[in-house]
Every structure is written in C-alpha cells, then in structure tokens.
C-alpha cells in the first residue's frame, strides 16, 4: 500500500504542477492581449457589421462566413495592438499598479516572444481580414498603425493630446465590420467612428484623474496631470456634450432608438455638470469612467436591438 501510494505521489504532483503553468500562461495571455479592451471593441465591430447588413438589405445567414472572418481578425488584430503596446511600455509599467502584474514586467514571457507575438498576431489578423475586403484590412491597419505607432510610440510620453490621437484607433472597429460587408461605407458607418471618437475622451480623461499619481509618476503626460482635475472635468463634460445630436444623425435607427440613446446622453452629461460641484473628484470620475462603460454597452446593442429582425429577412 505504502509503495503504491509513494509512486503516484509524484504523478499527481505534476499534474497539479503542470495544471498550475497552464493557468499561469493563460492569466498571461489575457493581460498581454488585454482581453477588456478587445471584448468592448468586438461588439462596436459586430455592430458595424450587423448594421452594414441592415443599410444594404442583405441577410446575415448568407454571410456566416465573412462574419467569422470578420470577428477573428479583428480580435486577432486588436490584440497585436494591445500585445505591442506591453512590449513597448515595459519601461513605465513597473511603476502603475494596474500594469506592474504584465507578464512584460514580471519576466514570464520574454520580450523577443512578446514581440513576435505582436507582429505574427496582427499579420494573421490582416490576413483573415483581407479575405472580407482590401478596405477592412487597410481599415483595421490604419487602426493598429496608429495606437502601436502614434499613440504608444510617439505622443503617449510626449503630448496631452495622446488620449485624442489614441481615440482614432478605438474608433475603427465599425469601420472594419461594416467595411467588411459594404466597402463604401455609408453615412452611418462614419456616425459610428464620431461616436466612438469622442465618447473615449472622457472615458480615458476620467480613467486618468483615478491614476493620476501613478500617471505622474511614471511621466505620463495625462491631461489631469498636467492641466488638473478643474480643467479635465471641464473637458470631459464637452466632449460628453457633442455626443447630444448623434442620436438624431441616427434617426433611421427609428424613434425608440434616438429616445434612449439621447436618454443616455443627458444622463452622462448631467453626471458629467454634477463634477462641479462634487468635493470628491476621485469618486466622481469613477462613476463618469463606470457610467462610460455601461454607455458603450448598451449604446451598440441597442443599434442591434432594433433592427434584429431585418437581417433575418
């Protein structure tokens, strides 16, 4: 008995060790590819793509194919983006609370396999991609371009307007999804990339005023670390602002639409005029950053929601 139970110890011992590494690279691999920043951009590339369907009258159970391709490279590369962008903040990351866990930081993954990581994740993302259209393809490397190249390597560490330069790449994924259906996009389509445009600002504006010491610390020149908290709450209720008339550049969503997403946006923006007044600007800016969330959200799906029955058609 004694030696039956000596000799599997060690057995189950490397299971459970072995079982271990493979938790561990996947915890790694979600915050290499920073798994919250794809999920949210997937549903603005699934909207643009349901929504291509609706304006150009064509039916989504014939389209199963492009969809997936569609889905998988976008996500494919929006995490070659996201994986760049630890490999080249490997420097600042140490100092921010939220990134010093990276497996950049940590040593887990090596740089050079972080790095070819990147570059294979993004081409393969371009490649399904250019199996929809030539358009959302160059879409898509427009988008990576600028959050790898202009954001990440240029004007984060240089320049306040970094969030507004970085909003640019946040903007394309409808862009890709409807490309990927209509090439020449549509009115709608370009709605979508002003809505996603201007609604990070203050989504980002008020992540930085929660990391501001940690953005000071590492020399990021965040706009509530250069300009103050006065200033960026000024600048957040503006951009939160010129969301207001988008919902009626929408009105062939139709009426229920326009109503709740204008509903959203005087609720955004009353929360926003509400900083004013506050005496604590750390809770204010989590519930704007909370309340962006929630936006985003439900702002797509009811673009879907609407018009679930046309594709089907």
């Given at each position: 008995m004694n030696k039956v139970e000596t000799s599997s110890s060690p057995l189950i011992g490397n299971s459970a060790i072995a079982?271990?590494?493979?938790?561990?690279?996947?915890?790694?691999?979600?915050?290499?590819?920073?798994?919250?920043?794809?999920?949210?951009?997937?549903?603005?590339?699934?909207?643009?793509?349901?929504?291509a369907l609706y304006f150009t009258n064509t039916s989504f159970a014939a389209n199963w194919g492009v969809f997936l391709l569609t889905m998988a490279g976008s996500a494919l590369v929006i995490a070659g983006g996201c994986i760049m962008n630890n490999w080249y903040d490997v420097d600042i990351d140490p100092i921010m609370s939220?990134?010093?866990?990276?497996?950049?930081?940590?040593?887990?993954?090596?740089?050079?396999?972080?790095?070819?990581?990147?570059?294979?994740?993004?081409?393969?993302?371009?490649?399904?991609?250019?199996?929809?259209?030539?358009?959302?393809?160059?879409?898509?490397?427009?988008?990576?371009?600028?959050?790898?190249?202009?954001?990440?390597?240029?004007?984060?560490?240089?320049?306040?307007?970094?969030?507004?330069?970085?909003?640019?790449?946040?903007?394309?994924?409808?862009?890709?999804?409807?490309?990927?259906?209509?090439?020449?996009?549509?009115?709608?389509?370009?709605?979508?990339?002003?809505?996603?445009?201007?609604?990070?600002?203050?989504?980002?504006?008020?992540l930085a005023m929660k990391k501001s010491k940690e953005y000071k610390a590492a020399n990021i020149p965040m706009l509530p670390v250069v300009h103050g908290f006065e200033f960026t709450k000024r600048q957040i209720v503006v951009y939160i602002a010129c969301l207001l008339p988008l919902p009626f550049l929408l009105a062939s969503l139709g009426t229920t639409f326009m109503v709740i997403a204008t509903l959203l946006n005087v609720g955004w923006l009353a929360l926003g005029i509400s900083g004013f007044f506050t005496k604590n600007d750390l809770k204010w800016a989590n519930m704007i950053f909370i309340y962006s969330l929630n936006y985003l959200t439900i702002l797509f799906l009811l673009m879907v929601v609407v018009t679930f029955e046309f594709p089907f058609s």
């Open positions: 079982k271990d590494k493979d938790v561990t690279l996947l915890t790694d691999l979600k915050a290499l590819i920073k798994v919250g920043i794809v999920n949210s951009n997937l549903i603005t590339t699934f909207t643009g793509f349901w929504l939220r990134t010093k866990t990276r497996p950049t930081v940590t040593g887990s993954i090596s740089l050079k396999n972080v790095l070819f990581l990147g570059i294979s994740t993004t081409t393969l993302g371009l490649i399904l991609l250019l199996f929809t259209t030539v358009e959302a393809a160059l879409i898509g490397f427009f988008g990576w371009f600028t959050y790898v190249v202009l954001y990440t390597m240029w004007s984060k560490r240089k320049y306040t307007l970094n969030t507004a330069i970085g909003s640019f790449s946040g903007a394309v994924p409808p862009l890709i999804g409807w490309a990927a259906i209509d090439p020449g996009l549509h009115m709608v389509a370009f709605v979508l990339f002003l809505t996603m445009f201007i609604w990070q600002t203050p989504h980002f504006l008020a």
